[in-house]
Nanobody, 114 residues
Framework: QVQLVESGGGLVQPGGSLRLSCAAS????????MGWYRQAPGKERELVAT???????DYEDSVKGRFTISRDNAKDTVSLQMNNLKPEDTAVYYC????????WGKGTQVTVSS
């Protein structure tokens, strides 16, 4: 079974930056969509950003202009560059992939605090 493994989470001060990365444990074919979701304490999991095989992207309104999602040449990894981080960005971030089947990572903690 394919596993998605996230990395890059951590503690950062407001206004700082982090880069999250996600890689599949083995190659999977035809990854139509890859993206990131997040879940803050007491809140439902929400979409942060997705990128399709066509290259089209979608972003949650509050991260537009601050976050950028990208895929590498192999298209089995995805990254999320997060700039100008705010305390409200604090959450567990989950990698997601869709191939006709849904795949989820275990999550990585992002904490934005002074």
């Amino acid at each position: 079974q394919v596993q998605l493994v996230e990395s890059g989470g951590g503690l950062v001060q407001p206004g700082g930056s982090l880069r999250l990365s996600c890689a599949a444990s083995r190659s999977i074919f035809r990854i139509n969509i890859m993206g990131w979701y997040r879940q803050a304490p007491g809140k439902e999991r929400e979409l942060v950003a997705t990128i399709r095989s066509s290259g089209s992207t979608d972003y949650e309104d509050s991260v537009k202009g601050r976050f950028t999602i990208s895929r590498d040449n192999a298209k089995d990894t995805v990254s999320l560059q997060m700039n100008n981080l705010k305390p409200e960005d604090t959450a567990v971030y989950y990698c997601y992939a869709y191939t006709g089947l849904n795949y989820w990572g275990k999550g990585t903690q992002v904490t934005v605090s002074s």
